[in-house]
């Protein structure tokens, strides 16, 4: 008697990947979908709660940290162009480079070209704290991705930017339910 062939290590059935529900075939990639987007919530979760623990940082401030360090603009960078760049809102960005003011590590100063436009760039201690950080953030990435290959690491960069480029381009045809605000107590 044969033995059936051994799955892949990781490699999952249909059924065990939430797929097959009995008379529904056609709903297995929402099924597959949904798995994948929920791993990424889960991911982005730990990602988030690792940094703090870790590196005392957000990921949010991280990013910000990451995306000031370029020493190139050495004018800053605008606060919509950030928020652009980190893919967050402006008000969500605020809160984050308030608590990095506060911290010393990053400034707003007025734009060269237009006094009124207000510009974000690292201080002195912005730039020594992300030298300091960034050795850090290496060795967490190596730990994260000790058991990805070189080429299993280009491959999910490449996913994960046309995700992201899917991402932004959806559009969906129902209107978006609203939800019903609680009545807020005096």
Known sequence: MATPPRKQAGAA???????????QPERVADHLNNRIFFRLFQVANTLQKQAVKELGVTTVQWAVLGAL???RPTSGMSVGT???FLVVSRQNLDGVLKRLERDG???RVTGPADKR???VRLTRE????WTDLRERIFQFYDQAMAGFKF?????????LNEMLRDLTKVRLEQP???RKKAKRRP
């Not at 912005?126 to 704290?129: C, L, N, R, V």
């Not at 690491?153 to 490449?158: D, F, I, Y």
């Open 13 to 23: 059935s249909l059924e065990e990947a939430g797929g097959l529900l009995p008379g």
């Open 69 to 71: 360090s370029d020493p």
């Open 82 to 84: 950030l928020a652009d």
């Open 105 to 107: 590590l990053v400034e």
């Open 117 to 119: 436009a207000r510009m």
């Open 126 to 129: 912005g730039f020594a704290f």
């Open 151 to 159: 080429d299993d690491r280009v491959a999910l960069a490449h996913y």
């Open 176 to 178: 978006r339910r609203e």
